[in-house]
DNA sequence: CTGAAAGCGCTTACAG
DNA sequence: CTGAAAGCGCTTACAG
């Protein structure tokens, strides 16, 4: 045979049909092992497109199918030990079952965090995974997710109202373990460094924590809540240093993360100010580095791959049912968390 | 009129032009600005098209334009501070220029790095971006990339003999700075933690390391090298441990990575020896980690986002080239490495 | 200024 | 068992 193909233009079904001299419909049909192809023609499809490096053109495909095989996930940050470790859950799975990941980050802002829900609406992905920014007041832009009949699932950062299945941890328990930890150990004088004032996920924390005092019978003490506006290490370190030299009687911190309490922790070092002896802390996540910084870290862990991997199983799920039409039944997982006992704070 | 769309179907250029009377071409051309549609046309089409949020059917236009719109990134590991805040700074910029990411992970096992690359290839990316993993030996999968004329940049871990464009730092240079910080600060037998044989990037290190030993007439001791085999928090730890119980006569170590820098100073921190009295450490990377481990590790500052954004400008600018037909001329880009001294080494 | 037509590369219902 | 035809939803060269 004189056929030559011109090697950077990629093989199609066409060339291999006509190579073979059969129609593309054959063709298509021999590689998709539909059942009404005769074995010897299936065998010269196959080796031939094996032979060209056939690969089907996912464009043309997409469109046929009204598929993307790829699934939009948005998170707040990635540079964020648990998001990462939810993202690497996602990816991995995802490509296990098929399907490619478009990673965006909102850096917890909103309008970036619509501008992006739209980016893969027009992408047509197969469904959305969220992570929600702490300033989403407006819901809107999930509810046009879910009215173009997207699946959609939110993780951990989630808006109850929003009609949709989510995957989270139950925040306000395990804040209530972390500060029932502390006042186990014989702390009396609890402080929370709580996160901003909308996200679920901080007032959650903030509950737990205030239930547990006042379970407990200790008085909740307004003065020795510090409102973390970023949740950055340094607001951890300043809040610690303020709180020292506020000179309140302290003897605990439960912080709503780990960097935060690490900042804290930095501070007390610097300050020769002794942990957990003179003050216990406790943080939430438990980042890689809670085991590391020293005194070690007392914290919640929170299960990120847990999360990612339980995340997208339930979005596939839903994607194979929307795909077949039928409706689908929303559901809320909760996933267990557990308090880390290190040395931060006293046995 | 009595025209009603099925509200669950998405708006086509076809449904938009038999509402207003035209065709679909004057519809498509109305909205993409053509300068041969009338400005009633152009308008009603315009408002039409908002009214009933018309956005393009991508998998059409990806089908027509041959353009997926989409980079593909392949990196060893996600949950780690440099290469987040590579992708980070990627998604940014990418997203700021008309393209989205999809992040896969090697976790520096080379089959699974290959399937990524045919799955890339497979969705048709615009463009590909890697860091290699450690094992990478067998450099065909990377030729495939530049067969298919998809245009390849590799970024920190890359191979020299690929030709391509490639954004790296000076490892070698890098780690000669770091090593003449603690020849400097006068250590005399300094050990070298170094990363797996086979990297490029732990070689350059490594022969970095030993020019500066040489250069200052210090003796360079084989007996002093530690071979990292998964560059570990655990593999610093038991390095520095079997180092301390060797008695060798040692006062610093320069470590492959911050992350076994700091197995090292947990270590020595138990063993109650001091740093840096006793031993100084230097690490690389500037993981965030860094500046808050006590005490703090001093380091060589790898640029993450400056990595990510200089290996999309010029990921960008091949696939521009490539549509074009022009031919391509490959660059590598060497960004510059800063020692930071921080309180692991002396001053 | 407008539109008919071809075509991107597949899939699949249908006819033979 | 095979294939012609329609169609997914666009874009664009071409004719008028």
Redesign the interface.
């Known amino acids: 045979m004189f056929i030559i193909f011109d090697y950077?233009e990629?093989v199609t079904l066409k060339n291999i049909a006509s190579e073979l001299g059969i129609s593309v419909t054959t063709a298509s049909k021999a590689l998709k092992n539909y059942p009404d192809v005769s074995p010897k023609t299936r065998k010269a499809v196959v080796d031939l497109a094996k032979k060209l490096n056939y690969?089907?053109?996912?464009?043309?495909v997409?469109?046929r199918t009204?598929e993307?095989k790829?699934i939009g996930l948005i998170i707040p940050e990635?540079?964020?030990?648990f998001f990462?470790?939810v993202?690497?859950a996602i990816?991995?799975k995802a490509?296990k079952k098929g399907y490619?990941?478009?990673?965006?980050?909102s850096?917890e802002s909103d309008k970036l965090e619509e501008k992006?829900i739209d980016?893969l609406?027009?992408?047509?992905v197969d469904g959305i995974l969220m992570s929600l920014s702490n300033n989403r007041k407006d819901l809107s832009p999930l509810k046009k997710i879910i009215e173009s009949?997207t699946p959609l699932v939110l993780f951990d950062k989630i808006s109850k109202v929003i009609n949709c299945s989510k995957v989270i941890i139950d925040d306000r328990k395990a804040a209530y373990s972390a500060t029932k930890h502390l006042i186990n150990s014989g702390c009396k004088n609890i402080a929370h460094f709580r996160g901003p004032l909308n996200p679920q996920n901080s007032i959650d924390r903030f509950l737990g924590y205030k239930k547990a005092i006042e379970d407990y019978k200790l008085t909740f003490d307004k003065s020795l809540i510090y409102t973390c506006e970023k949740v950055t290490?340094k607001e951890g370190y300043n809040f610690a240093k303020q709180l020292h030299l506020s000179n309140k009687k302290v003897d605990a911190i439960f912080a709503i993360t780990d960097l935060v309490a690490?900042g804290a922790i930095?501070y007390f070092?610097e300050a020769n100010i002794k942990i957990p002896e003179q003050i216990s802390i406790i943080g939430f996540s438990n980042w890689?580095?809670a085991s590391?910084?020293?005194p070690s870290l007392s914290t919640v862990d929170q299960p990120g791959n847990e999360m990612g991997k339980t995340a997208l199983k339930l979005l596939l799920k839903e994607i194979k049912a929307t795909k077949k039409g039928k409706k689908i039944e929303y559901k809320t997982i909760v996933l267990p968390t557990d308090v880390i006992c290190r040395n931060s704070t006293k046995k």
């Open positions: 950077m990629p690969t089907p053109n996912s464009f043309a997409n469109l009204k993307s790829i990635i540079v964020h030990h990462s470790s993202i690497n990816i991995k490509e490619l990941v478009i990673t965006l980050q850096n992006q980016l609406l027009d992408k047509r009949e290490y690490i930095t070092n890689f580095m590391v910084i020293s």
